[in-house]
């Protein structure tokens, strides 16, 4: 390997700065997810979805209909479902708990976010200066696989005890090569 390369600081400190990544967007959920429990929230729920449909193009406004009639017929459910989520991958995120379906479950909850109460960003117009976050949370998530993938798994997270004791557990945690080969069989 290039000496440069293994030589700096980047390189020998990957296992750490990937670990630390990986917490600090968990928190960073944790706290939106919490956000989703203060009061007066679900209250204000359906007139977000209802702001974020105003202004859209019209091969849109089925799409903002559907969710403008959903989120007023039951905008408890839909808030706090997106409460729990995001909580849980947090979690998953700080703890490294089954990683491989938070990220991909995480980037999926993350354009929903964007396509529903952010609106895609839009309306796209001259004052427009903000595609949204959701879409920048999903290519966050995408980053961590690719991460995983090319620097192997995290050797500091809850996939890699449980790994040990059973390798199964890497299909639902790892996109990468294994972290311990697997068992001889006998």
């Known amino acids: 390997m290039n000496e440069a390369r293994t030589g700096s600081w980047w390189y020998r400190n990957a296992q750490t700065l990937k670990t630390a990544f990986r ?61 729990v989520l995001e909580l849980a991958v947090g979690l998953a995120l700080v703890f490294g708990f089954m990683r491989k379906v938070a990220y991909l479950g995480g980037a999926i909850l993350s354009m929903f976010i964007w396509a529903v109460p952010e609106g895609f960003g839009g309306p796209y117009g001259s004052g427009s200066t903000d595609i949204g976050g959701g879409v920048v949370y999903a290519m966050a998530f995408l980053m961590l696989i690719l991460i995983n993938v090319a620097y192997g798994p995290s050797r500091w997270s809850l996939d890699a005890l449980i790994e040990r004791r059973w390798s199964g557990w890497r299909r639902v945690a790892e996109f990468g090569p294994a972290l311990v080969a697997p068992r001889a069989a006998p």
């Open 23 to 83: 917490v600090v967007f968990g928190v960073i959920w944790l706290i939106a997810g919490a956000f989703k429990f203060a009061p007066g929230l679900v209250d204000d729920f359906p007139g977000m979805v209802a702001d974020a449909a105003a202004g859209q193009p019209a091969w849109l406004q089925g799409w903002f209909d559907f969710w403008t009639t959903q989120s007023a017929a039951n905008p408890a459910l839909w808030v706090y479902l997106t409460g």
